[in-house]
């Protein structure tokens, strides 16, 4: 229709146009009639396994999956258009019930390790690879062992939810509690001799709290450091870079420090050496007095230079309060101290810098960093100090004003007075002398 | 030097004829009633005379506009030399200028020196009166801290509630719909500029008013006797030491003030925060208490009919007695008028809020009015309560 109005005579822009949204409306049609999933070519409505399995549908509903309209005989086989039970699940149909955990695996595989079917999502496509490479995937896979985790045991089957919605198991807040579904278990932990109560003591480290109390999801969990298809215990060398995927400058400095060389050669386990590892604490400057000495003698000048490092936080840590006392003190007692709040700022960010530097364990770079400091510190404490002493200055100034306003008025008073009194004896005199005239 | 000086002059001008009228004016004899509370006249000009020379000191740094005005400000009480100090006196200066401003008044009140012949001396002398609190209003923004801001803004809405006029009277005062920095420039330029030149003018008429027809006697009206010279007390030198008494013990005031109880810089304005509570300056108190007990109309008709009770007051008091026992109704009116102004100024400084009084807490309503806070209730806040109370009986 509209190619023919064309011919008969409308503009060249006009028919312009129309080619162009022609064109436009082949390529879309065309771009997602290809990239659509295959699996929505069935609609779960039509299945006939919700027939009976209705109970079950009220679950997959309202999953990822579900929502995809992607339906049972996806995972478990079965012919979802036939009428009965019977020819449903026949043997022709590919019906397989129950998937066990190694079916599990290949089954969810079958779409998630499929760039083309995933690539819509914008969806990883190696979970099953990684899997495979995990400790839980080669005991499933090459010991067939069947007690593993296998992508059910983590995600749920019927009611899988995506990983961002807040009910999900694998959602950061979720997590350690779905990890410890397995991990707390004794019965399941001893043949492998693992500790069961990694949960507990998690929860009262400051990555749990930061989770838990703080509902902090970027707060490292399992996963931050374990991984989650390819879970493996870090070994020496991957401390590293597990902690040192949140905690940057840290690791850098670190890696300057004495200790990276034994840490390379596998000697020495870097961070959990001295901040441990599930129950990582908030880390405290008594590290230097209770760690250094695990490896080091006492009275080493290892030992030492941890003393040192000790006595620097701890003498910058105290000049900090002081000088955050002291502004506070003053702003509460009237004086401006806008420019001291301002260096207050310059000395915490030296203090800041401190904390990830002193994983150089560089002793030198420490105390020069720590004098820094040290100098705004105190300059804070002189400028209020001076400030207040001006404050004295001027009241003490009060009483000189006062002597000489009371001396003043007085002299004013008195010749008043005196020239008063000289008055009233002059009065009758002036009469008197009228009088005469 | 001053012989050659004096001879420098006399040749160009008849000193003599100069001489004899500032003689005349300089030993005019005063009556004999002139007492110390006559020094309060000449200590409201000294005051003024310190705001003007303060006033000038704030000048050098003080920058009108709105993102320098506090800044500014704090510049002046933090880095200029002595600038702590100027501002103290101008801010403490302006405080003590109107309380002696208003004793001057009440002397004159109740001594009856506002009677014939001096009614115009007094009708200038209350225009002086109000142009200090528009002085004291205009120069409470200029710091642009969120307290004047929001003082501002409530007595500017005040304003617009007069009939007919309003809106127009808070546009031209506010130089917008919002108070802002066209606010402060206009505020800035009657506060340095017009004001000082009115009062100074006023305060001449004034002057010359007083010089002319004399400090009044407690004579009643008609049968004043004329001070001859040589009677009663010479202004100078006799008075004019008792006022040098007087101001010295008045800068002492100043200072001390100035120095133990500073005036607050405070936050700088944010237009987009209101404070809680807010409330004018205490020379405001009680007008502000009164609008809270009328509806808008009529609460600006009972304060706009103050000042103009006091400006007629010399039309309404015809009675010739000037001695304030032998005139009851003026003084109970006076009495009576001057509690009102302090019952109503502590009831508006204590509203809306929590205080301790003999060992009891009390909950302060809007309207001033205190309530026993009972030990386990858990008591909204006054300001809520009192919405309560003024919201209308259901019918």
Redesign the interface.
């Known amino acids: 229709m509209t190619i023919r109005r064309v011919g008969k005579g409308c503009g060249e822009k006009e028919l312009f146009l129309t080619k162009a949204v022609l064109i436009i409306f082949w390529f879309t049609a065309t771009f997602f009639s290809a990239s659509t999933p295959i699996v929505l070519a069935q609609s779960s409505e039509a299945s006939s396994c919700v027939t009976c399995h209705s109970d079950i549908w009220e679950e997959v509903k309202e999953s990822i999956h579900g929502r995809q309209n992607i339906s049972c005989h996806n995972c478990h086989g079965g012919d979802p258009t036939a009428k009965d039970k019977e020819s449903a699940k026949g043997p022709n149909t590919g019906y397989i019930g129950i998937p066990d955990k190694k079916k599990i695996a290949e089954t969810c595989g079958a779409c998630h390790a499929n760039v083309e079917v995933m690539n819509f999502y914008g969806v990883p496509t190696d979970q099953l690879a990684r899997y495979k490479t995990s400790t839980h995937g080669k005991k499933l896979f090459l010991e067939a062992n069947t007690k593993v985790a296998v992508c059910s045991d983590c995600h749920g089957y019927h009611d899988v939810l995506a990983i961002t919605d807040p009910n999900s198991s694998v959602y950061p807040l979720n997590v350690p509690k779905t990890c410890n579904h397995c991990h707390g278990s004794e019965a399941l932990m001893k043949p492998y001799g693992l500790p069961t109560d990694i949960f507990e003591t998690y929860k009262k480290s400051v990555h749990g709290i930061a989770l838990f109390e703080k509902k902090d999801i970027s707060a490292a969990t399992c996963v931050s450091c374990h991984g989650s298809h390819g879970a493996v215990p870090p070994g020496v060398k991957e401390i590293s870079s597990a902690c040192g995927k949140c905690h940057v400058n840290e690791k850098k400095y670190f890696l300057e420090s004495m200790h990276a060389k034994p840490m390379a050669a596998g000697r020495f386990s870097e961070c959990i050496s001295c901040h441990g590892n599930h129950g990582v604490e908030r880390a405290s400057n008594d590290l230097y007095r209770t760690t250094c000495i695990k490896c080091h003698e006492k009275g080493s000048s290892e030992e030492k230079a941890g003393e040192t490092i000790w006595q620097v936080f701890h003498q910058s840590g105290e000049k900090l309060k002081a000088a955050e006392s002291s502004v506070k003190q003053a702003s509460i007692e009237?004086i401006?101290v806008?420019e001291e709040t301002g260096s207050l700022e310059e000395a915490k960010t030296n203090v800041i810098v401190m904390a990830p530097l002193q994983h150089s364990l560089s002793v030198e770079r420490i105390t020069e960093l720590a004098a820094k400091f040290s100098e705004v510190a105190d300059k804070i404490t002189t400028q209020i100090h001076q400030k207040r002493e001006a404050l004295k200055w001027?009241?003490t100034?009060?009483i000189p004003?006062?002597v000489f306003?009371?001396a003043?008025?007085a002299a004013?008073?008195v010749?008043?007075k005196r020239?008063?009194t000289e008055?009233k004896k002059n009065q009758p005199n002036?009469t008197n002398r009228e009088g005469e005239k | 030097m001053k012989h050659r000086l004096k001879q420098w002059f006399a040749e160009r001008f008849d000193l003599e004829q100069l001489k004899g009228p500032v003689q005349k004016q300089l030993h005019k004899p005063l009556p004999k009633n002139i007492s110390w509370a006559h020094t309060l006249g000449s200590m409201s000009l000294f005051l003024f005379v310190s705001q003007v020379l303060t006033g000038i000191l704030l000048l050098i740094y003080y920058r009108p506009t709105v993102n320098e005005a506090f800044e500014s400000v704090?510049f002046i009480?933090?880095k200029s030399y002595m600038g702590w100090l100027y501002r103290q006196i101008h801010a403490w200066g302006a405080n003590l200028m109107l309380i002696v401003v208003f004793l001057h008044m009440l002397r004159t009140f109740i001594t009856g020196s506002y009677k014939k012949p001096r009614e115009l001396t007094w009708v200038f002398g209350v225009f002086l009166f109000l142009l200090t609190l528009v002085f004291g209003f205009t120069g409470y923004l200029l710091p642009w801290n969120q307290l004047a801001y929001w003082a501002t803004t409530v007595g500017t809405e005040v304003a617009g509630a007069i009939p007919v006029l309003g809106e127009w009277i808070k546009t031209f005062l506010r130089g917008g719909f919002n108070v802002g920095g066209e606010t402060l420039s206009r505020f800035f330029v009657v506060h340095v500029i017009i004001l000082p030149w009115v009062l100074f003018f006023i305060v001449l008429i004034h002057l010359v008013l007083v010089r002319i027809q004399g400090i009044a006697t407690m004579d009643p009206v008609g049968s004043e006797k004329e001070t001859k010279p040589?009677e009663g007390?010479p202004f100078f030198?006799?008075h004019v030491?008792?006022e040098?008494?007087v101001f010295?013990?008045l800068?002492?005031i100043l200072?001390?003030l100035s120095?133990?109880t500073?005036f607050?810089?405070g936050e700088k304005a944010d237009p987009l925060t209101t404070p809680l509570a807010i409330k004018p300056e205490w020379y405001f108190l009680p007008m502000y208490q009164v609008i809270k007990y009328f509806p808008k109309l009529v609460g600006i008709f009972v304060v706009g009919i103050g000042p103009l009770f006091l400006l007629a007051w010399p039309l309404l008091d015809k009675s010739s007695n000037r001695h304030p026992l032998h005139r009851p109704i003026s003084m109970t009116i006076g009495i009576l008028a001057l509690l009102s102004l302090l019952i109503l100024g502590t009831m508006g400084y204590f509203s809306e809020s929590k205080r301790h009084f003999f060992g009891k807490e009390y909950d302060i309503d809007i309207y001033g009015i205190p309530h026993l806070v009972s030990s386990n209730a858990n008591r909204r806040p006054s300001l809520f309560e009192a919405e309560k109370n003024k919201a209308p009986a259901v019918p």
């Open positions: 009237g401006f806008e001027r009241k100034a009060l004003i006062w306003i009371l003043m008025a004013l008073w010749k008043y020239l008063k008055r002036k | 704090k009480m933090t040589g007390t030198p006799n030491l008792k040098g008494v010295f013990i800068l002492g200072i001390t120095i133990l500073p607050d810089l």
